[in-house]
């Protein structure tokens, strides 16, 4: 077997861990090579478990060309307490994946949910000034080695009853709507290089809630880009969740709207709710891999998404797993709370399940992009 040098470290990584009892991080596949190769880029969310986990390190070292940091650059992480930065965790995550060949990505630099408490007992004068700070001083410090930014997350949701169906939260009470135009000048500022990213949720659902918030996202891009806002991209989360509505074509047709706009497409936290598919895991393993080899060979249609990013490439480190909420989806699908998430690509022993190969599958149909 010929390796490349990408392949030759992550081998090497992974063969330093073959103790007995310990899960390997090699992989039959390599989806980062298979995406490249029809010009879409594909990574992972990781985060400070890296630290430790050196098994789940490698398997990322080998899977991934771009990786989001799935909190530590989040405002309630970096400054917890107080106006002033820990960047300790950051700058290590930050390191990693520059030295892995991963290309960092932030989010979410603006967000109105997950603030800290003391944020809450600002004036709304001072808000204005505190988020200037926080971007320049965080999009700065990161400027040509974090590449991509949400620099808005989730502008919308209309449940909150607040006109345009923004999402309520602090930045919205200080500075209305424009927080979004003034979050993006103030990014593009801080760093001209970086790719700057809308990012939204729930839109790849056909309930209510998603097609209610896709004209709007459609209308902010138009807004924005009247504003003289450098936008590069649109995020679309992707936490699928195939027990509600779904129409792939009819989200496709949306996706390419939004990319005759001028804009790049990005999937940037793909993942597949198993929250309400039965107890049996191979029945699950097949439903979720189904789901993300449709959806992925779906919205790869569109030539302008050029990025597939899934929110952790395991099981072993779901978002799910020991939330609450999702043990009260499980429920309200008829399932057995506390039973192991199986969302992701690979299962917690990071060895590739069934939806690991339906992506690789999805990703090597795709035309060029
Ligand atoms: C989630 C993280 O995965 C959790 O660990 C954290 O507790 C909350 O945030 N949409 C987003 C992501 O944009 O930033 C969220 O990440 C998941 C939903």
């Known amino acids: 077997m010929k390796l490349d040098r990408r392949g030759f470290l992550a081998a090497g990584a992974a063969a330093a861990l073959l103790r007995p009892g310990v899960a390997q991080a090699v992989s039959p596949l390599n989806l980062g090579a298979d995406a ?14 890296i630290f430790d986990d050196t098994a789940y390190a490698a398997l990322l ?45 932030g989010t979410a630099l603006i967000w ?43 502008p919308f949701f209309p449940p909150h009853g607040i006109d345009g169906g923004y999402r309520k939260g602090l930045w919205l009470d200080a500075m209305g709507p424009d927080y ?13 290089k970086a790719q700057l990213v809308l990012n939204e949720a729930f839109c790849e659902q056909d309930d209510e809630l998603g097609k209610s918030i896709r004209p709007l996202l459609l209308n902010e891009v138009k807004r924005l880009q009247d504003a003289g806002v450098k936008l590069d991209a649109i995020g679309f ?7 509600l509505p779904y129409d ?7 996706v390419a709207e939004i990319a005759a706009l001028g804009v790049d497409v990005m999937i940037t936290e793909l993942d597949v709710n198993d929250s309400h598919m039965p107890d049996d895991e191979a029945e699950r393993d097949a439903q979720v891999a189904a789901r993300v080899h449709d959806f992925l060979g ?16 395991s099981d072993r480190y779901s978002w799910y797993r020991g939330a609450d909420w999702y043990a009260d989806q499980v429920r309200a699908g008829g399932g057995t709370p506390g039973r192991p ?17 339906a992506a690789r599958d999805a990703l090597k149909a795709s035309g060029p992009h």
């Open 341 to 357: 998430v199986r969302s992701h690509l690979y299962d917690d022993q990071l060895q590739p399940k069934a939806a690991a190969f």
């Open 237 to 243: 989360e992707a936490h699928l969740r195939p027990e």
């Open 180 to 192: 979004i135009i003034h979050a993006f000048k103030r990014a593009a500022a801080a760093d001209p």
């Open 298 to 313: 779906a919205v790869l249609q569109v030539p302008r998404v050029t990025t597939v990013i899934t929110w952790h490439l």
């Open 61 to 105: 070292r080998a899977q991934c060309r771009i990786g989001s940091l799935e909190n530590s650059l989040k405002f309630d992480w970096l400054k917890p307490t107080g106006n002033v930065a820990d960047f300790s965790a950051s700058d290590r995550l930050v390191d990693f994946a520059v030295e892995s060949g991963i290309r960092p990505r």
């Open 112 to 154: 109105n949910d997950w603030l800290p408490d003391w944020l809450k007992w600002t004036t709304v004068l001072e808000r204005r000034s505190i988020m200037e700070k926080h971007i320049d001083e965080v999009v700065g410090r990161y400027a040509g080695r974090v590449q991509s930014w949400d620099v808005v997350n989730e």
């Open 36 to 49: 490249a190769d029809r010009g879409i880029v594909f990574g992972s969310a990781f985060d400070r478990e």
């Open 248 to 254: 792939d074509q009819a989200f496709v047709a949306y």
